[in-house]
């Protein structure tokens, strides 16, 4: 008997795995879910780090330009030109 071509297969016949693991285990989504935000908390511990290199050595870097501003508002700097 020919096997139909796969347009015609009907929609059913479909080989599926068996209901055990039709649904993936919640333990594995989880750990899934777990690695990722390990990942993501990774990824953002470096974009803050790098901020803080390049803020801390950049002569207009935010944390200078922060800290200049709260001396001048104290008094302590004065603005030139």
Known sequence: M???????????STKR????????DSAILLAQLQAW???ENRR????AKRERMTA???PN?????????????AGQLRISA
Do not use: C, F, M, N
Not at 2 to 12: N, Q
Not at 61 to 73: D, H, T
């Open 37 to 39: 935000a390990e990942r």
């Open 44 to 47: 953002r511990d470096r974009a």
């Open 2 to 12: 020919e096997r139909p071509s796969p347009a015609r297969r009907p929609l059913g």
């Open 56 to 58: 801390s050595y950049h």
């Open 61 to 73: 870097g935010k944390r200078e330009v922060a800290r200049r501003l709260r001396q001048i508002a």
């Open 17 to 24: 795995r068996p209901s055990t693991q039709s649904a993936p």
